[in-house]
């Protein structure tokens, strides 16, 4: 018997378990597995670039990145509820609708990927490369798909690093050649580094630019 075959016939109560248990898994599906990600360590660099501390909150920081992974995801999310409930209307099975359903969202992390991440932990699993991409696991994906985004998300936050940094230097130089070592070149920077934030529009620049970011 064939493994849609299994799925199909498995015992309802079991099904309703592993409902169950996937709907537990769903937030680290949401944070680790989809854009937000990337949008949520962007933002808390730049927040740190800044240096305002506390603004915006960390609330406003995780509502925004939500917002976006739904606006970026929900291509995606649209395909996994179509893919989804085919099988489920035809076979009337939760599992089976799981896995078709999950398809895009690995071809999704699978186009973020990084070839060498994905190929680091397929090789630790399997010993040898899978026949076809179909092959691959979302579970064998999922933890490339983290790495890459990590490394993508610091480049992308050193990059926005720097002209912060470059601000910092500046006014400590000043500073220190007026004799005010005693003021903080923090304070000082912080009123400069808002206004050239704002004056080029930051927020859309790197919300543009992270969205337009994945394939």
Do not use: H
């Not at 896995?99 to 969202?105: A, Q, V």
Request: with cysteine; hydrophobic share 55%; aromatic share 10%.
């Amino acid at each position: 018997m064939d493994v849609d075959a299994l799925l199909k016939d498995l015992n309802p109560a079991m099904q309703l378990m592993i409902l169950m248990v996937a709907v537990t898994v769903l937030p680290f599906v949401f944070m680790c597995m989809t854009s937000f990600l990337r949008f949520v360590i962007v933002f808390s660099i730049l927040k740190t670039a800044l240096g305002t501390q506390q603004v915006p909150p960390g609330m406003v920081i995780i509502g925004l990145a939500m917002i976006l992974t739904f606006y970026s995801m929900s291509p995606v999310f649209a395909e996994m509820y179509q893919k989804g409930s085919v099988p489920y209307e035809k076979t009337g099975s939760i599992v089976l609708a799981m896995k078709e359903g999950s398809k895009p969202l690995k071809n999704f992390m699978m186009r973020q990927t990084r070839q060498s991440d994905i190929t680091f932990f397929i090789q630790s699993l399997r010993g040898k490369p899978p026949a076809t991409p179909d092959d691959i696991g979302i579970w064998e994906v999922a933890p490339a798909y983290i790495m890459s985004e990590l490394k993508t998300s610091f480049e992308i936050g050193f990059i926005i690093f720097i002209p912060f940094i470059v601000i910092d230097l500046i006014v400590a130089n000043v500073l220190l050649a007026l004799g005010m070592m005693m003021l903080s070149p923090t304070i000082i920077s912080l009123p400069f580094k808002l206004l050239i934030f704002i004056a080029v529009d930051g927020w859309g620049m790197i919300v543009q630019g992270l969205v337009q970011s994945f394939n």
